[in-house]
């Protein structure tokens, strides 16, 4: 089972841009039929998907973003480095919650995220 | 987009007793492609069901998942202490994922 492990700021301004990190461990993130992908979820509230970066042969780096963020989220994959990272510009205090970077490992025929990191807070505040 | 209503918000139950969580689709999910969750307070969720009905590594069979149309229904036979956590279903479609908005267990 791999691990995951988020790092980056905890504290951004508003209008400016949120980028997080995320580092695999446990195994190659280019290696198989996998989707890396970002989660986040305000205090007290549910989760909502912010987006995933697919690696999978030649479609490896297609990225997938919720709707609702599309405008504002890039997804990016270094595997040199075994992670995969997100930005988010113009982020607001509604951006502020916990975002998680979890695998959804696709080529088991099966859509779900079976890895977690343990997720990381970042606060919108000036 | 398909959207995730699950019942009740909330469930109290007292340890051995059998609980019941639902999560209605507003459309068919393809592919049986709805997962549930466990989240325990300050942790990360954790993968219990997959494919509406199959347990995930390490979860104990007190932990069922099943279907009947756009209806998912997530069981816990015998409840434990350590149940208590809030359960989240989820699926993938066409516009990607999305996530009920839990059901929070609690242990009396």
């Known amino acids: 089972q791999v691990q995951l492990q988020e790092s980056g700021p905890g504290l951004v301004k508003p209008s400016q841009t949120l980028s997080l990190a995320c580092t695999v461990s446990?195994?190659?993130?280019?290696?198989?039929?996998?989707?890396w992908c970002w989660i986040r979820q305000p205090a007290g509230k549910g989760l909502e998907w912010i987006g995933c970066?697919?690696?999978?042969?030649?479609?490896?780096?297609?990225?997938y973003y919720n709707p609702s963020l599309t405008s504002r989220v890039t997804i990016s994959l270094d595997a040199s480095e075994n992670q995969f990272s997100l930005r988010l510009t113009s982020v607001t205090a509604a951006d502020t919650a916990v975002y998680y970077c979890?695998?959804?490992?696709?080529?088991?025929?099966?859509?779900?995220?079976?890895?977690w990191g343990q997720g990381t807070l970042v606060t919108v505040s000036s | 987009e398909i959207v995730l209503t699950q019942s009740p918000g909330t469930l109290s139950l007292s340890p051995g007793e059998r609980a019941t969580l639902s999560c209605r689709a507003s459309?068919?999910?393809?592919?049986?492609?709805l997962d549930w969750y466990q989240q325990k307070p300050g942790q990360a969720p954790r993968l219990l069901i997959y494919?509406?009905?199959n347990r995930a590594t390490g979860v104990p069979d007190r932990f069922s998942g099943s279907r009947s149309g756009t209806d998912f229904t997530l069981t816990i036979s015998r409840l434990e202490p350590e149940d208590l956590a809030v359960y989240y279903c989820?699926?993938?479609?066409?516009?990607?994922?999305?996530f009920g908005q839990g059901t929070k267990l609690e242990i009396k």
């Open positions: 979890a695998r959804d490992p696709g080529g088991n025929g099966y859509s779900n995220f079976d890895s």
């Open positions: 446990g195994g190659s993130i280019s290696s198989g039929h996998n989707y």
């Open positions: 970066i697919l690696t999978r042969g030649s479609t490896s780096g297609s990225t």
């Open positions: 459309q068919s999910v393809i592919n049986n492609y």
């Open positions: 494919g509406a009905s």
């Open positions: 989820q699926q993938y479609g066409s516009s990607g994922y999305s």
